[in-house]
């Protein structure tokens, strides 16, 4: 009797870890910089399920401060990788940082059309847009700021290949991978030798 009722309770078990395992959550790292002088920065991001970041290696290879991408990702094909850019604040405000990102791409690539793309960040004030290029390439581009008690703002771009089947659904995980960008306050300091 009592190997019967081990066996059920290690079944439960098994079947308890399987249902949570399909039920898995996003996961959230942290990423910062700066430096000493008290213009350091940080803040929350959270990726889709399935998806893996870097801060370290392949973002700086790509003149990122993180990058968040599908699993399996081969490290150098742009499609569906999102990056994240950081700058301290030089303009007045993020459309003034806007326009100069969007005249310098639009001279680059002047044969780009644009479309509206709609992103909602708490607190937070954004401009955003996805240009359609000739190469069937699909470039979206977000700026936000989080506040006047920030010193500085960031962009999220992600490129999509084509025009895939489950392009709202790589939208949608884009949208909520900038919705979770979540400033946070950080004081890095230098310890003495």
């Not at 009592?2 to 949570?20: D, K, M, N, Y």
């Not at 290879?61 to 700058?87: C, E, I, Q, S, T």
């Not at 290949?161 to 939208?171: H, L, Q, S, V």
Request: with cysteine.
């Amino acid at each position: 009797m009592r190997t019967v009722l081990i066996f059920f309770v290690l079944t439960a078990l098994a079947l308890h870890a399987t249902v949570q395992a399909k039920e898995a959550k996003d996961d959230t790292t942290m990423v910062y910089g700066g430096g000493t002088d008290g213009n350091g920065w940080a803040f929350a991001v959270t990726a889709p399920t399935g998806w893996k970041f870097d801060c370290c290696d392949l973002a700086t290879k790509h003149h990122a401060n993180l990058l968040v991408f599908p699993d399996g990702w081969d490290a150098g094909d742009p499609d569906r990788v999102m990056v994240l850019v950081v700058w301290k604040k030089d303009r007045a405000s993020v459309d003034g940082d806007w326009q100069v990102d969007a005249r310098e791409y639009t001279t680059r690539f002047p044969d780009v059309k644009s479309e509206s793309f709609d992103v909602q960040a708490k607190n937070m004030s954004c401009r955003s847009t996805v240009y359609l290029g000739t190469d069937q390439l699909r470039d979206y581009v977000v700026f936000c700021d989080p506040g006047a008690e920030w010193r500085y703002r960031f962009g999220w771009s992600m490129t999509v290949r084509g025009d895939p089947a489950d392009r709202a659904k790589i939208e949608a995980r884009f949208r909520h991978t900038i919705g979770s960008t979540t400033p946070m306050s950080l004081a890095i300091q230098q310890s003495g030798p």
